[in-house]
């Protein structure tokens, strides 16, 4: 029983996270259904085709959810690139879009995209941006996510723009990513943001909805408090 209840505590502030509330949103290709799973996660529909990102089996069995026609994965940490996850829902049609960190790590055939670059799938235009930090540094000076490794992604339905920063901290890139309709921000310690660095990023992307993810507990009041009027927190 005590093996039980440190194992449930140690899972807290991954479930907290484990939402699969569904919303819906009009964008000039159809309705996208935006799902956030948990943790880093997140799942969309739109056009009949389902796109997962980072699947991660921390708290959700990915074989009770659809299969991809889409993946994308954010860099080669275990909480994004999650091999068991990916079984459960990789198809032989699946097309896969990552960064040559885990392209080689074990999904060779996968389509490898560098900070700048871009691809259309679907129609979707998908491009890859940088993500990385700039002061959360390891114990030997490195960052935890360092500048050119990692993808954060903006999928562009058309003229409806949805940002996944990926990890990543309030970097000055950001402030050039053009209109976002939705954006998924980290925020968490010490990896990514704190709330002031996550504001800071927020007012330089401006979105339409906001959602955080990533993180491992929040302040949704303190967070409004401090966005502008016109972004809605999710």
Not at 207 to 226: C, S, T
Request: aromatic share 8%; hydrophobic share 40%; glycine share 6%.
């Amino acid at each position: 029983m005590k093996t039980l209840l440190v194992t449930l505590l140690a899972l807290l502030p991954f479930m907290a996270m484990a939402q699969q509330h569904p919303d819906v949103y009009s964008t000039p290709m159809g309705p996208l259904v935006v799902t956030p799973i948990n943790h880093g996660s997140i799942m969309l529909k739109i056009m009949g085709k389902v796109i997962h990102v980072d699947p991660y089996e921390k708290t959700v069995d990915y074989s009770t959810l659809p299969k991809a026609d889409l993946i994308l994965i954010t860099h080669e940490h275990s909480d994004h690139f999650d091999k068991k996850a990916l079984k459960k829902i990789v198809t032989p049609d699946t097309y896969i879009i990552t960064t040559d960190s885990v392209a080689s790590a074990g999904i060779p055939n996968a389509t490898v995209l560098k900070n700048g670059e871009d691809a259309t799938w679907n129609d979707i235009g998908i491009l890859a941006v940088p993500a990385y930090n700039i002061e959360h540094k390891r114990p030997d000076g490195k960052p935890y996510h360092e500048k050119g490794v990692g993808n954060g992604y903006i999928l562009s339905f058309k003229k409806f723009r949805v940002y996944i920063a990926g990890d990543t901290e309030n970097i000055p890139e950001m402030s050039q990513l053009g209109k976002i309709n939705i954006a998924f921000l980290p925020k968490n310690l010490p990896y990514t943001m704190t709330d002031e660095q996550f504001i800071t990023a927020a007012k330089m992307i401006h979105p339409k909805v906001l959602y955080p993810y990533h993180y491992f507990e929040i302040d949704r009041d303190a967070l409004m408090k401090q966005l502008p009027k016109d972004i809605e927190l999710k």
